[in-house]
């Protein structure tokens, strides 16, 4: 069968560790927003691709600890 061309956002809800996150699979990338959150992580295809997301998580996590509280 032949796939689908991703061309417009496709949003799914996904319950993980006791919590319900919308993931929406885009044309630029993959976003993960805890449900009632209006921001969350998003990473694009060509950090998928090229293997830099474990990368961009521990950078995220070093910029969010360093932040003031």
């Known amino acids: 069968p032949?796939?689908?061309?991703l061309d417009k956002s496709i949003k799914r809800e996904l319950e993980h560790g006791g919590?319900?996150?919308t993931?929406?699979?885009?044309p630029d990338g993959?976003?993960?927003?805890e449900k009632g959150k209006r921001n969350g992580p998003h990473v694009?295809?060509?950090s998928i691709i090229n293997g830099d997301t474990?990368?961009?998580e521990n950078?995220?996590?070093s910029v969010d600890a360093s932040?003031?509280?």
Request: hydrophobic share 50%; charged share 15%.
């Open 2 to 5: 032949m796939a689908t061309k």
């Open 19 to 21: 919590k319900v996150y």
């Open 23 to 26: 993931i929406t699979i885009a």
């Open 30 to 33: 993959v976003k993960v927003v």
């Open 44 to 46: 694009t295809w060509s």
């Open 54 to 56: 474990a990368l961009n």
């Open 59 to 61: 950078l995220n996590v």
């Open 67 to 69: 932040r003031p509280q």
